[in-house]
């Protein structure tokens, strides 16, 4: 996982979130796959994902109409995923965090959360949880942004305090790491954090954003082409001209498309309506 995707993972505890892709969506939708996701692991990690959202989010009952609303046209279709690799120990804490989630039981989460982490780290497990951002998503996002309460964005960039990296610094981490990859795992690195910080720059808008991953991705490649001695020399003006991409946003601009990225990343998770149907039958 590239430095800057670490920060755009909705549930810090579960595996990688790959980077969204933009992808046609028709209008037909599945059932909202409640039964399935409790023998899925893939499945049954993606409902916690959406789960985490919307507690770190403190969802009012109101909004939680709004999601159900939305969730069938925002959700991505369901897809053919990568088997997990998990252990049955692992199933079973990931159905209880989904329990202590439903509860909104502060100190079972946070319990929960550490033994899951704890069995991640010993088990090396896997689960795909890639979530493909969808067009809708993408246009309602900024809707569903206006509509929460300052006090709302700000815990939940407070929850994500650890993991708000610098864009400039993010990049430039990013070229460090590269210098051990593989050409193959250098151009998921590469696409993957130039994609993350123009959106971060440029917000959602695929034609805007892409502009800046263009740039991006140039600045990247020219770090990447030198040795590591080379790079430490040139990290000063590497990293000025970083800084005249993202500076054009300024911060307040960075983190307003922070939140419109992830919130559009749990608008298009397709388990987002099983989530929301969850939570509504739990007073």
Request: with cysteine.
């Given at each position: 996982?590239?430095?800057?995707a670490?920060?755009?993972?909705?549930l810090v505890?579960v595996?990688?979130?790959?980077?969204p892709?933009?992808g046609?969506?028709?209008?037909?939708?599945?059932?909202v796959?409640?039964?399935?996701?409790?023998?899925d692991?893939n499945?049954?990690?993606?409902?916690?994902?959406?789960?985490?959202?919307?507690e770190?989010?403190?969802?009012?009952p109101?909004?939680?109409?709004t999601?159900?609303k939305l969730?069938?046209?925002t959700?991505?279709k369901s897809?053919a995923r990568k088997p997990?690799k998990?252990?049955?120990?692992?199933?079973?804490?990931l159905?209880e965090?989904?329990?202590?989630?439903?509860?909104?039981?502060a100190?079972?989460i946070q319990?929960?959360?550490g033994?899951?982490?704890?069995?991640?780290?010993?088990?090396?497990?896997?689960?795909?949880?890639?979530i493909?951002?969808t067009?809708?998503?993408r246009?309602?996002?900024p809707?569903?942004?206006?509509?929460?309460?300052?006090?709302?964005?700000?815990?939940?960039l407070?929850?994500?305090?650890?993991?708000?990296?610098d864009?400039?610094?993010?990049v430039?981490a990013?070229m460090?790491e590269?210098?051990k990859?593989?050409?193959?795992?250098?151009?998921e690195?590469?696409d993957?954090?130039?994609q993350?910080v123009a959106?971060?720059v440029a917000?959602l808008d695929?034609?805007?954003s892409?502009k800046?991953a263009?740039?991006?991705?140039?600045?990247?490649?020219?770090?990447?082409?030198?040795?590591?001695?080379?790079?430490k020399?040139n990290?000063?003006?590497?990293?000025k001209?970083?800084h005249?991409i993202?500076?054009a946003?300024?911060p307040?601009?960075?983190?307003r498309?922070?939140m419109?990225?992830?919130?559009?990343l749990?608008?298009?998770?397709?388990?987002?309506a099983?989530?929301?149907?969850a939570?509504q039958k739990?007073?």
């Open positions: 996982m590239s430095p800057m670490r920060c755009a993972t909705l505890l595996a990688a979130l790959a980077v892709n933009l046609s969506e028709s209008a037909a939708r599945p059932p796959q409640v039964a399935q996701a409790a023998k692991v499945l049954l990690n993606l409902e916690v994902l959406a789960l985490q959202a919307i770190q989010l403190h969802a009012t109101g909004q939680l109409q999601l159900a969730a069938p046209e959700m991505s897809k997990a998990a252990s049955d120990k692992f199933a079973k804490k159905g965090l989904r329990e202590a989630l439903l509860k909104r039981d100190d079972d319990i929960i959360t033994e899951i982490g704890e069995l991640q780290a010993a088990e090396k497990t896997f689960v795909d949880n890639t493909d951002m067009p809708a998503a246009k309602r996002a809707e569903l942004l206006k509509q929460l309460a300052p006090r709302q964005v700000a815990l939940y407070a929850s994500f305090e650890s993991l708000l990296v864009p400039v610094e993010g430039y990013a460090e590269g210098i990859q593989t050409p193959a795992e250098w151009k690195t590469r993957g954090i130039a993350e959106e971060l917000g695929p034609a805007q892409q800046v263009d740039k991006v991705g140039a600045i990247l490649d020219k770090g990447h082409k030198m040795n590591e001695p080379d790079l020399k990290k000063a003006e590497l990293e001209s970083v005249q993202v500076d946003a300024g307040v601009e960075i983190l498309h922070f419109e990225r992830h919130l559009a749990m608008l298009s998770n397709p388990q987002l099983a989530a929301v149907d939570r739990r007073k």
